[in-house]
Nanobody
Framework: QVQLVESGGGLVQAGGSLRLSCAAS????????IGWFRQGPGKEREFVAA????????TYSDSVKGRFTISNDNAKNTVHLQMNSLKPDDTAVYYC?????????????????????WGQGTQVTVSS
């Protein structure tokens, strides 16, 4: 079992920055992949970024590459999502998720269905 709690959402103007945090607990968390997803108003849930906890390897969606950075803090069992140059289109509820499954095709981790554990979400609103 892995428990996830997101924090750090809020209201920010376009061009601004926010840092989201995902506090993870559970004995298998260090063998997990942690992903960030988001769901905007009237939109489907979409992949944002993922990190392989033990290796620190990362992957990003094209829409956030170069603007967002995912990282993990081993001492605090926390994954951060640093979001810079925010746009109104980034407005969404952001969720972190965890999976202990292994896929040789890293693209699989962009699919919400491979994640077994989800946080409650945190709202990010970017005003124009």
């Amino acid at each position: 079992q892995v428990q996830l709690v997101e924090s750090g959402g809020g209201l920010v103007q376009a061009g601004g920055s926010l840092r989201l945090s995902c506090a993870a607990s559970g004995r298998t968390v260090t063998r997990s992949t942690i992903g960030w997803f988001r769901q905007g108003p009237g939109k489907e849930r979409e992949f944002v970024a993922a990190i392989w906890w033990s290796a620190g390897s990362t992957t990003y969606s094209d829409s956030v590459k170069g603007r967002f950075t995912i990282s993990n803090d081993n001492a605090k069992n926390t994954v951060h999502l640093q979001m810079n140059s925010l746009k109104p289109d980034d407005t969404a509820v952001y969720y972190c998720a965890a999976t202990g499954r292994y896929y040789s095709n890293t693209g699989a981790y962009q699919t919400a269905g491979v994640y077994d554990y989800w946080g409650q979400g945190t709202q990010v609103t970017v005003s124009s």
